[in-house]
Nanobody, 118 residues
Framework: QVQLVESGGGLVQAGDSLNLSCAASGRTFSRYAMAWFRQAPGKERQFVAG????????FYANSMKGRVTISRDNTKNTVYLHMNSLKPEDTGVYYC???????????WGQGTQVTVSS
């Protein structure tokens, strides 16, 4: 059973940086992609960034480019999201997800709350 456990969320001030982690377990992830999504209060979940597990190719939401970096450590089965210059509108629950490359995301974590105060 695939499990994804996010960590690293918290309360920060505008302009701060934050690192989120997602520890994955339950299978091998060759030819899978992992991604971060976020859901702001009262809004739909939106894609933030993704990375392919095997090749490390990255892709980002246009709105987040330049402020976030996604990376992975295959030895630890962990994906990271580094965010900088945080804004109050970045507040939300951040979710980690995984699925076969190009076929959507089948598994989701429980999410970690990020709150950015002004």
């Amino acid at each position: 059973q695939v499990q994804l456990v996010e960590s690293g969320g918290g309360l920060v001030q505008a302009g701060d940086s934050l690192n989120l982690s997602c520890a994955a377990s339950g299978r091998t992830f060759s030819r899978y992609a992992m991604a971060w999504f976020r859901q702001a209060p009262g809004k739909e979940r939106q894609f933030v960034a993704g990375i392919t597990w095997t090749d490390g190719d990255t892709f980002y939401a246009n709105s987040m480019k330049g402020r976030v970096t996604i990376s992975r450590d295959n030895t630890k089965n962990t994906v990271y999201l580094h965010m900088n210059s945080l804004k109050p509108e970045d507040t939300g629950v951040y979710y980690c997800a995984v699925g076969p490359e190009g076929k959507g995301y089948d598994y989701w974590g429980q999410g970690t709350q990020v709150t950015v105060s002004s």
